[in-house]
Each structure stands twice: as C-alpha cells, then as structure tokens.
T-cell receptor
C-alpha cells in the first residue's frame, strides 16, 4: 500500500509565476489536508478537503492560494503569482475517515523555492 | 507558549542512552500525536494517544499524557544514531463545530544521537 505521494518534490519558481503542487492520498483515504512548514517552524494547517469539497480553508491565505480535490485525480494546491515569502515546504496528509481523531499520514512534501 | 510546544529545542545524547522530549499545550485536546522528521524529509507518524489514555508504548517508544497539566512526554529508550531527527507533537484541539482535524504542531525538538 503506497503512502501519500506528492510531486514534485522540489519546485523552483520565479516571482510572479504559478506553482502547482500535487498530492495523491493513501489508497482508501478520502480526506486530504495541506500544511505549510516555514524554515525552523512547525507545520501550520492550511486546508482540509474531501472529494469535490473544501471543508475548511481557514488556514489558507485569502489571496493567490487555492486548493481542490477532484472526483478523479490528485489534490492540487495552487499558488498564483508566487512571492519569496511563499518559499516553504508544503506537506499533504490523508486520513481514511472523518478527520477528527484519525491518524494523519503525511507525504514527503514539496519544497517550493521562489527566486 | 504556543499550542503543542516541545521542550527542549535541542537534545544531544550518546547512543544507548534514553531521550525524553516534552510537549505542552494550552487548550483541551482529543488526541495528541508524535511525529518524526528527518532533515529535509517528510513526517513519519510515531504514535497517537487519546485524551482518555495516560500511557502508550510502541517498541522503544513510550508516550505519556497528563491532561491536567496539559503536557505529554516522548521517551525513546536505548537510542540509536538512526533516531537522529526532529520530533514534533501535534494536537487536535476540542472546539465547537467539531473541527478537531486541524493538527497544531510545535517547532519540534532536534534530537542528535552520537555514535
């Protein structure tokens, strides 16, 4: 059973470009979470999605960031017009059922560098 | 202090010694989880302890939870060089609306086990 998969593992973007980060949850998991980790910091919750639904995006910046989890395919975290402050590691996690009380399994992360 | 704050920030020990890391949090929780992160890598789930549990074991790991003091400890016995990593505790807080899927992470304890 493959774990949570994320790609790309490393992404370099110039200021103003768009970044697309992909996450495939573990087999059988229908709940996906995105977290961001700034250098020397712990992870910060961004968004919680189920298939075709955004359940909670309270941790997402109001502008330039969006997330989706379509019926088919991976979850996508999209950052438009990236700025240097977006440089961070972005982690995706998944859980099998309703998130409360479930273990969340994390992917290897995508390290975004904005130049 | 922030929710899920680890102590100490850094710990250096010799192989074979025990390592103890602590975590304090501020609000009531449903569960507390410990994760390990090797440098530049993703998070590995170690153990989940529920709020009605006081102690849990998994191999060389022992986790305690004291909800009256809002604290948890992670003990790694007979440490190995391969245990060198950052260790994070993550809490999912009890809140109205049942949004207890949001994991809140501290900044972690960097454990170095010297061979």
């Amino acid at each position: 059973n493959a774990g949570v998969m994320q790609n790309p593992r490393h992404l370099v973007r110039r200021r103003g470009q768009e970044a697309r980060l992909r996450c495939s949850p573990m087999k059988g998991h229908s709940h996906v979470y995105w977290y961001r980790q700034l250098p020397e910091e712990g992870l910060k919750f961004m968004v919680y999605l189920q298939k075709e639904n955004i359940i909670d995006e309270s941790g997402m910046p109001k502008e330039r960031f969006s997330a989706e989890f379509p019926k088919e395919g991976p979850s996508i975290l999209r950052i438009q017009q990236v700025v240097r402050g977006d440089s961070a590691a972005y982690f995706c996690a998944s859980s099998p059922g309703y998130g409360g009380g479930d273990e969340q399994y994390f992917g290897p992360g995508t390290r975004l560098t904005v130049t | 202090s922030q929710q899920g704050e680890e102590d100490p920030q850094a710990l250096s020990i010799q192989e074979g010694e025990n390592a103890t890391m602590n975590c304090s949090y501020k609000t009531s929780i449903n569960n507390l989880q410990w994760y390990r992160q090797n440098s530049g890598r993703g998070l590995v789930h170690l153990i989940l302890i529920r709020s009605n549990e006081r102690e849990k074991h998994s191999g060389r790991l022992r986790v305690t939870l004291d909800t009256s003091k809002k604290s948890s400890s992670l003990l790694i016995t007979a440490s190995r060089a391969a245990d060198t990593a950052s260790y994070f505790c993550a809490t999912d807080a009890v809140s109205s609306g049942g949004s207890n899927y949001k994991l809140t992470f501290g900044k972690g304890t960097l454990l170095t086990v010297n061979p």
